[in-house]
């Protein structure tokens, strides 16, 4: 008998001891429940001899390790995801009869997968790239799979380009990289040679591919759907998410760090959030149009690659997500979940754009091989929860059999029609022509061809839009992005041609490019059509935009201590940080015990050298005077500050710990506070300090 009074076996006399079964342990069993009597030593023949290969418990064990990976999704490979709830806040009854938009107040199960897109599943989550935003909605009358991504428009406009467009911004064939990352020759190849990419170049080199967190992203549905309602009648719409959070991003620097010093960022604060119940929230936003609307705008709603600007037609807020619930497993609920944009239920359908139109063949598609099986949609994190009155069976029809079948249907109705109730067995499901999903009946005629309409050839006006609307802080922050990933093109006539089309988005973002690059402006690329002069959309923005939000709310504000910091201090800006909804974080050198002033010691959330100022979202600093004097010769403190300094956080500092700023070239504005002002000053960050930190494009 053990110390801790648990049964346990030993191995060699004098050797280690292990649990056995026991009240809190249930005994192990091999997959097909045969209770294992060893779990520590393959069978051998004599104690030094060869293993035997009868011992199925060592085969079937190391079996199934062998096959524990599947392939990995070819795009959004890297993703993490939450269990939640939407809750319907405005009925659209009138407008479609999708079931979870009857009744305000109506709540429906969700899971939701965020994800970037080039990198593979072990890729950092931080890399400049666009997200992955996918909800499957559980309702009751099947699953429906809003699968989008943070950025409302795409890189180009027919599916058919899609494996072009993903070969080459994935790392390149021969060399194998770079991974997770569009700064390389055969990416802007692509995009040099794909004007209609340019709107959503604009949105990738800006701050949306730089989120915060998954919380601070917007989410949209991209393409035009449909909804249709009792009469049949057909509304398009647009789907939004918005952050209830509010938009935030990180500056290049800071997310280039941040993918080293933690390359679960993203993960782990859902994790984090979640565990201590501020769960993320988005609102679901629709802008419905009719097809006279449609006709009226300069540019064609089927066009995946154009937006609907929100002073144009406003978001209307229908509902919202709220996700409270961490996975149980990532495998078995991240992993094996099958987003499919085809999944709609009753009173949502499709447009005619082609992008989407291609996506509704893809994702099944993608699924036989990823989970190997058509039977993928009986995996629990898959499976439909049921229509209300058939709890319990939400599938039924007469499709059978197949790999990994986990269903046992009973009786020989595998067809239909069939007359067997008729003799009282078991006869199966039948069609409800009132219930059923009803396509709708658009009128569609046209001769077969490949071809783009003229309405598509626009591919500049909305990029001019885009960056005629940003803040300037982020119009320089797309200048300096574009020469960054430019400076990593090596061939030349890439970087002429992406210059020349830019020149046609704005001529000051195309001269500050090719200033950045020191290379001289090539005449702009031919246009198919005018460039329009838009009016600004100032809810493109993030910086000084309408979902920019100055709060603590659901941020970290990192606290660096050491020995002998005054306990008063660290307890009221700790209770202050509380009260305004932030989670404060202490880190010290040393993480076990950090001896306060008051003669106490309390240990440390995080270490210096594990925690950089990346990490959190706002930084304070309280030291005694003989700390301050030992820290400033400590690099990973005097880098602390000036990384906080330098993404233009807010830093909040005693006296005593002041020598320390000054080491780390901190030059006194607004953001930089005594501990008094320092939570309200905490809630932003400093767009003003950043032309005196770094040079930009
Ligand atoms: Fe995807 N996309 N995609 N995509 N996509 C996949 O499906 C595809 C597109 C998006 O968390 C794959 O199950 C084609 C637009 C998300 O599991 C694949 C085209 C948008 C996710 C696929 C597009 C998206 C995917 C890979 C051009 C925003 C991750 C694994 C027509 C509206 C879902 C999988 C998750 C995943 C194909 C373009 C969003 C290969 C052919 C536009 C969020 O089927």
């Given at each position: 008998?053990?110390?801790?009074?648990?049964?346990?076996?030993?191995?060699?006399?004098?050797?280690?001891?292990?649990?056995?079964?026991?009240?809190?342990h249930p005994?192990?069993?091999?997959?097909?429940?045969?209770?294992?009597?060893?779990?520590?030593?393959?069978?051998?023949?004599?104690?030094?001899?060869?293993?035997?290969?009868?011992?199925?418990?060592?085969?079937?064990?190391?079996?199934?390790?062998?096959?524990?990976?599947?392939?990995?999704?070819?795009?959004?490979?890297?993703?993490?995801?939450?269990?939640?709830?939407?809750?319907?806040?405005?009925?659209?009854?009138?407008?479609?009869?999708?079931d979870?938009?009857?009744?305000?107040?109506?709540?429906?199960?969700?899971?939701?997968?965020?994800?970037?897109?080039?990198?593979?599943?072990?890729?950092v989550?931080?890399?400049?790239?666009?997200?992955?935003?996918?909800?499957?909605?559980?309702?009751?009358?099947?699953?429906?799979?809003?699968?989008?991504?943070?950025?409302?428009?795409?890189?180009?406009?027919?599916?058919?380009?899609?494996?072009?467009?993903?070969?080459?911004?994935?790392?390149?064939?021969?060399?194998?990289?770079?991974?997770?990352?569009?700064?390389?020759?055969?990416?802007?190849?692509?995009?040099s040679?794909?004007?209609?990419?340019?709107?959503?170049?604009?949105?990738?080199?800006?701050?949306?591919?730089?989120?915060?967190?998954?919380?601070?992203?917007?989410?949209f549905?991209?393409h035009?759907?449909?909804?249709?309602?009792?009469?049949?009648?057909?509304?398009?719409?647009?789907?939004?998410?918005?952050?209830?959070?509010?938009?935030?991003s990180?500056?290049?620097?800071?997310?280039?760090?941040?993918?080293?010093?933690?390359?679960?960022?993203?993960?782990?604060?859902?994790?984090?959030?979640?565990?201590?119940?501020?769960?993320?929230?988005?609102?679901?936003?629709?802008?419905?149009?009719?097809?006279?609307f449609?006709?009226?705008?300069?540019?064609?709603?089927?066009?995946?690659?154009?937006?609907?600007?929100?002073?144009?037609?406003?978001?209307?807020?229908?509902?919202?997500?709220?996700?409270?619930?961490?996975?149980?497993?990532?495998?078995?609920?991240?992993?094996?979940?099958?987003?499919v944009?085809?999944?709609?239920?009753?009173?949502?359908?499709?447009?005619?754009?082609?992008?989407?139109q291609?996506?509704?063949?893809?994702?099944?598609?993608?699924?036989?091989?990823?989970?190997?099986?058509?039977n993928?949609?009986?995996?629990?994190?898959?499976?439909?929860?049921?229509?209300?009155?058939?709890?319990?069976?939400?599938?039924?029809?007469?499709?059978?059999?197949?790999?990994?079948?986990?269903?046992?249907?009973?009786?020989?109705?595998?067809y239909?029609?069939n007359?067997?109730?008729?003799?009282?067995?078991?006869?199966?499901?039948?069609?409800?022509?009132?219930?059923?999903?009803?396509?709708?009946?658009?009128?569609?005629?046209?001769?077969?061809?490949?071809?783009?309409?003229?309405?598509?050839?626009?591919?500049?006006?909305?990029?001019?839009?885009?960056?005629?609307?940003?803040?300037?802080?982020?119009?320089?922050?797309?200048?300096?992005?574009?020469?960054?990933?430019?400076?990593?093109?090596?061939?030349?006539?890439?970087r002429?041609?992406?210059?020349?089309?830019?020149?046609?988005?704005?001529?000051?973002?195309?001269?500050?490019?090719?200033?950045?690059?020191?290379?001289?402006?090539?005449?702009?690329?031919?246009?198919?059509?005018?460039?329009?002069?838009?009016?600004?959309?100032?809810?493109?923005?993030?910086?000084?935009?309408p979902?920019?939000?100055?709060?603590?709310?659901?941020r970290?504000?990192?606290?660096?201590?050491?020995?002998?910091?005054?306990?008063?201090?660290?307890?009221?800006?700790?209770?202050?940080?509380?009260?305004?909804?932030?989670?404060?974080m202490?880190?010290?050198?040393?993480?076990?015990?950090?001896?306060?002033?008051?003669?106490?010691?309390?240990?440390?959330?995080?270490?210096?050298?594990?925690?950089?100022?990346?990490?959190?979202?706002?930084?304070?600093?309280?030291l005694?005077?003989?700390?301050?004097?030992?820290?400033?010769?400590?690099?990973?403190?005097?880098?602390?500050?000036?990384?906080?300094f330098?993404?233009?956080?807010?830093?909040?500092?005693?006296?005593?710990?002041?020598?320390?700023?000054?080491?780390?070239?901190?030059?006194?504005?607004e953001?930089?506070?005594d501990?008094?002002?320092?939570v309200?000053?905490?809630?932003?960050?400093?767009?003003?300090?950043?032309?005196?930190?770094?040079t930009?494009?």
């Open positions: 008998m053990a110390s801790d009074g648990k049964a346990r076996k030993q191995d060699y006399a004098g050797g280690e001891t292990h649990q056995i079964a026991d009240d809190d005994v192990l069993t091999t997959n097909h429940g045969m209770p294992i009597s060893d779990n520590q030593n393959q069978l051998k023949a004599g104690p030094r001899g060869p293993v035997l290969i009868e011992d199925e418990v060592f085969r079937e064990k190391m079996n199934h390790f062998d096959h524990e990976r599947i392939p990995e999704r070819i795009v959004h490979a890297r993703g993490s995801a939450a269990h939640g709830y939407f809750e319907c806040t405005e009925s659209l009854a009138d407008i479609t009869v999708a979870l938009f009857q009744k305000k107040g109506q709540r429906t199960e969700v899971f939701t997968r965020f994800s970037t897109v080039a990198g593979g599943a072990g890729s989550d931080t890399p400049r790239d666009v997200r992955g935003f996918a909800v499957k909605f559980y309702t009751r009358e099947g699953n429906w799979d809003l699968v989008g991504n943070n950025i409302p428009v795409f890189f180009i406009q027919d599916a058919i380009k899609f494996p072009d467009l993903i070969h080459a911004a994935k790392m390149e064939a021969d060399r194998g990289y770079p991974q997770a990352a569009t700064a390389h020759d055969t990416f802007w190849d692509f995009i040679l794909m004007p209609e990419s340019t709107h959503m170049v604009m949105w990738a080199m800006s701050d949306r591919t730089l989120p915060r967190t998954f919380a601070n992203m917007e989410g549905g991209v035009t759907f449909r909804f249709i309602n009792k009469e049949g009648k057909s509304t398009f719409v647009k789907f939004h998410w918005k952050p209830k959070a509010g938009l935030a990180t500056i290049w620097d800071e997310t280039v760090k941040i993918a080293g010093a933690d390359p679960d960022f993203q993960r782990r604060n859902l994790f984090e959030s979640i565990d201590r119940g501020d769960f993320p929230t988005w609102e679901l936003g629709v802008q419905l149009f009719d097809e006279a449609a006709e009226s705008q300069p540019y064609d709603v089927l066009d995946a690659t154009k937006i609907i600007p929100e002073e144009v037609l406003p978001v209307r807020i229908v509902g919202k997500m709220v996700l409270d619930r961490y996975p149980d497993n990532f495998f078995a609920e991240t992993e094996q979940a099958a987003f944009p085809s999944h709609v239920v009753p009173g949502i359908g499709f447009s005619n754009d082609p992008l989407l291609g996506r509704l063949f893809s994702y099944t598609d993608t699924q036989l091989s990823r989970l190997g099986s058509v993928f949609h009986q995996l629990p994190i898959n499976r439909a929860k049921g229509r209300a009155e058939a709890a319990g069976c939400p599938f039924m029809n007469q499709q059978r059999d197949g790999h990994m079948q986990m269903s046992v249907p009973k009786g020989r109705a595998n239909e029609p007359s067997l109730a008729q003799a009282g067995e078991e006869a199966g499901a039948r069609e409800d022509p009132e219930r059923g999903y009803k396509t709708f009946p658009s009128e569609e005629q046209g001769q077969k061809l490949r071809i783009r309409p003229e309405s598509f050839a626009d591919h500049y006006s909305q990029a001019r839009l885009f960056f005629r609307s940003m803040d300037p802080a982020e119009q320089a922050h797309i200048a300096s992005a574009l020469v960054f990933e430019l400076s990593k093109v090596s061939l030349e006539h890439i002429i041609s992406v210059m020349a089309n830019l020149r046609n988005v704005d001529e000051t973002l195309a001269q500050r490019g090719a200033d950045g690059l020191a290379m001289d402006l090539p005449p702009p690329s031919k246009t198919a059509a005018p460039v329009l002069d838009m009016d600004p959309s100032p809810a493109l923005r993030i910086i000084r935009g979902l920019e939000k100055h709060t603590l709310e659901g970290t504000v990192g606290i660096l201590i050491a020995d002998g910091t005054d306990a008063g201090e660290l307890s009221t800006l700790k209770d202050a940080v509380k009260a305004a909804g932030g989670t404060p202490t880190i010290a050198p040393k993480v076990g015990k950090v001896p306060l002033s008051d003669g106490s010691a309390i240990a440390a959330d995080a270490q210096l050298f594990g925690q950089p100022s990346v990490t959190v979202d706002a930084c304070a600093v309280i005694s005077e003989a700390a301050a004097a030992k820290l400033v010769k400590e690099g990973a403190a005097v880098q602390w500050v000036m990384d906080a330098g993404h233009l956080k807010a830093i909040g500092v005693n006296d005593a710990a002041k020598p320390l700023l000054d080491k780390a070239g901190v030059e006194p504005d953001g930089v506070t501990l008094a002002g320092f309200e000053a905490a809630k932003k960050r400093y767009w003003d300090r950043e032309a005196s930190v770094r930009l494009a």
